[in-house]
């Protein structure tokens, strides 16, 4: 199997030349922290729309974090019943993960945002890209926040999505955009040549990056 990507710059690159051609109206890009944000500052710089982050956390499962139960965002949470069942998890451990995600919500947004107020997406076209959907539970979690924010027309969009994810993401934004989902999906980064973890400095870079350009 080939790498669909370079890295997260080439992927922006190339899904905001596909977003170009979807005709948004002054759209709002929030970026999901933090590869995704790489990703959107992307493609801001095409579309020439404002840039920020929709912060949210997965939320792990017992003895693998890895493993999306369920996600949150400031006021969000998302569960998933079936694997809380299937790994009996109890109230505690939710209530416990539950704060530490959103102590980890407060540090990345004043981290990221320092003086920056947060994007006003009141009755805006919002556009949340992060740099591929599998579980699609942080996705899901930034959209229903962006609606409570009052987001007029909430859309989705990544370069490489799972297609079962795809359609459950499809089912709550308004549109979803993918350049492309394979129907063997195993992992986002597997669609990457490179896909190292980015840091906080590399999000706060490419944030400063737009607000210098814009």
Known sequence: MGHMFRDRIDAGRRLGALLAGVGLADPV????????????????SVLG???????????????NR?????AIAPGVEIWDGALLERFAVDAGYLRDAVASEEAEIVRRTGRYRRARPPMDV?????????DG????STALAAVRWSRSAGAGHVVVAVPVA?????????????????IDTPTSFHA???????F????????VAALERWERSG
């Open 49 to 63: 729309s404002p840039l920020d982050v929709a912060v949210t956390r997965k939320i792990g499962a017992p003895h």
């Open 196 to 203: 190292t973890q980015t840091t906080d400095d590399e999000v």
């Open 162 to 178: 799972a297609p079962s994810t795809l359609a459950i993401v499809a089912d709550e934004a308004d549109r979803v955009e993918a």
């Open 133 to 136: 959907l599998a579980t699609g």
């Open 29 to 44: 890009v929030l970026g999901i922290p933090r590869g995704g944000v790489i990703v959107a500052a992307q493609v801001a």
């Open 122 to 130: 009141s009755r805006r076209t919002v556009i949340i890209v992060d």
């Open 188 to 194: 986002v980064g597997e669609w990457y040549e490179d």
């Open 66 to 70: 890895e493993l999306a139960i369920g």
